[in-house]
Nanobody, 125 residues
Framework: QVRLVESGGGLVQAGGSLRLSCAAS????????MGWFRQAPGKEREFVTG????????NYADSVKGRFTMSRDNAKNTVYLQMNSLKPEDTAVYYC??????????????????WGQGTQVTVSS
């Protein structure tokens, strides 16, 4: 079983940056596709970005393209989310998730097998 632990969330002003990390334990991490999702109060959990097992392919939601960058370091069992030019509408709990079966056909929450506990990101205007 893979365990995910997110870190790096916090309070930042609009236009600022944050870097989230997600540390994984378990042998399937290096072969898993990984994703970042977020959930704002009163809203459904939504896809932010995903990456395939070796980092060669990334996918981004339109709302974060050009501002967010996802990467992974399989030697450290960690994925990262660099968030720049943050906006108040980016405020949410951010979750790291993994798909142990490979790159999912759809980057939706239902396609992911294991999840972290989430980290709060708050962007003030």
């Amino acid at each position: 079983q893979v365990r995910l632990v997110e870190s790096g969330g916090g309070l930042v002003q609009a236009g600022g940056s944050l870097r989230l990390s997600c540390a994984a334990s378990g042998r399937t991490f290096s072969s898993s596709a990984m994703g970042w999702f977020r959930q704002a109060p009163g809203k459904e959990r939504e896809f932010v970005t995903g990456i395939n097992w070796n980092g060669a392919m990334t996918n981004y939601a339109d709302s974060v393209k050009g501002r967010f960058t996802m990467s992974r370091d399989n030697a450290k069992n960690t994925v990262y989310l660099q968030m720049n030019s943050l906006k108040p509408e980016d405020t949410a709990v951010y979750y790291c998730a993994g798909n142990a079966w490979g790159t999912p056909a759809r980057w939706t929450p239902e396609e992911f097998d294991y999840w972290g506990q989430g980290t709060q990101v708050t962007v003030s205007s």
